[in-house]
């Protein structure tokens, strides 16, 4: 609940353009190419859930002996609620915020969707039938409520979750990911989202000190306030442990994530400088451009291993800028088919370099702030932990996911 809390109220929002890989919390609506419709509202929504339950009642004989040991007979109505039918639909969709869009996987997904539906009604009603079953259960009082809830299209959502890379385009995409805490969908601000973390955080803490104080009372003398206030206190040293062990915990997660994204841009750029043999097939029979060609090579060689923010070395910008002079000025060029095929994969390339780096600069900044704030900061002291610089360079190029969304 800690971890969770802390999640919510320190991760920084993400725009759908600047988000890669690790957990992501994201705003924005819900949208689709194919969206769904409802069972019992028949809205168009990405999500949806609903149920019948049918209302039962019964009269009940028995036979009890009381406390004369006499037998004793009492007859009693016994009442409440059967579900009888039910089930529940998503599918792939769109987040979309003022940068773009970033497609979500649902499955696993804890999602909290608004009421779409919710009516009680008895046979003489043709819903009664036409959305539930035919049978109805033992002693029915013949009436059935029928409940719905889902995601509407075009509804704001707040998403927290596991971000990867798509395996089909170069884009992330949020999905279920069993090392990631939380994979909530909501239609429920952050606010909101926080606030009743925080009400069973508090529940549980005064659930725990009350069972301290009343344990030890038991065990004691009810006229003494030692056994209670040893009991408080023990609880109180055990909360303030278990919070340094949190904090420094997430501390430590947030810092081997710092790591993780700069690896990614490392690995992006070993990537890319891979693709320099297939360059050198591609342009090696255009001898009237070799300096343009000497030029990129030169830049891939030299960005092959670039050092991270704050460190003595090379850094490195995009290098599809200078592949598109090259076309423009040898516009023969756009006719050679490993040609194009080498441009798209740099372009790619590019893509994943900037997707890299926008999580690397992210995740970087909610390190750094969390290593400022009190009272994190002192736990970041005794462990060592220090602030690591951004990324500057921005020549990278990103380019839009291309989706026909319902309007």
Not at 130 to 146: M, Q
Not at 231 to 236: K, N
């Amino acid at each position: 609940m800690v971890r969770r809390k802390r999640l919510v109220d320190d991760l920084p929002t993400s725009k759908t353009q600047g988000v890669f890989i690790g957990v992501a919390e994201l705003k924005g609506t819900a949208e689709s190419e194919e969206p769904l419709t409802s069972y019992l509202a028949e809205i168009q929504c990405v999500q949806y859930s609903w149920r019948v339950d049918e209302h039962w009642s019964r009269t009940v004989h028995e036979t009890y002996t009381d406390a004369q040991g006499h037998i004793q007979s009492r007859t009693r109505t016994d009442s409440g609620w059967t579900k009888v039918s039910g089930g529940e639909k998503s599918d792939l969709f769109y987040l979309k915020d003022d940068t773009g869009l970033i497609r979500v996987v649902p499955i696993g997904a804890t999602i909290n969707g608004i009421t779409t539906f919710n009516k009680t009604c008895s046979p003489a009603d043709a819903l009664y039938f036409a959305k539930g079953p035919v049978r109805e259960v033992a002693d029915s009082t013949h009436r059935r409520r029928f409940q719905e809830t889902a995601l509407p299209l075009h509804t704001m959502l707040y998403i927290m979750g596991h971000a990867r890379e798509r395996p089909d385009v170069v884009a992330a995409e949020v999905t279920f990911d069993k090392n990631t805490p939380i994979f909530l969908i909501s239609t429920r601000t952050e606010k909101q989202i926080s606030n009743a973390y925080g009400r069973w955080l508090w529940f549980w803490l005064v659930l725990g000190l009350v069972s301290a104080a009343g344990g030890a009372a038991v065990r004691g003398t009810w006229s003494s306030w030692q056994p209670p206030a040893v009991a408080a206190g023990g609880f109180v040293f055990v909360l303030l442990l278990g919070w340094v062990w949190t904090v420094y915990n997430s501390l430590i997660n947030l810092h081997h994530m710092v790591e993780q994204g700069w690896s990614q841009v490392d690995v992006q750029l070993k990537r890319r400088y891979d693709l320099i043999p297939n360059l050198v097939k591609a342009v090696e029979g255009h001898r009237n451009h070799e300096s343009e060609t000497q030029r990129l090579l030169t830049e891939l060689r030299i960005q092959a291993e670039a050092t991270p923010p704050g460190v003595a070395g090379t850094d490195f910008l995009g290098i599809a800028p200078m592949l598109r002079v090259m076309v423009e000025n040898y516009p023969e060029l756009k006719a050679n088919e490993s040609f194009m095929k080498l441009q798209q994969e740099l372009v790619d390339t590019e893509q994943r370099i900037a997707l890299a780096r926008d999580y690397f600069n992210g995740i970087t900044t909610f390190y750094n702030t969390r290593l400022e704030i009190i009272p994190d900061r002192f736990v970041a002291k005794m462990a060592g932990l220090y602030s690591q610089s951004l990324m500057s360079a921005a020549d990278f190029e990103r380019a839009p996911v291309q989706v026909k969304l319902v309007s």
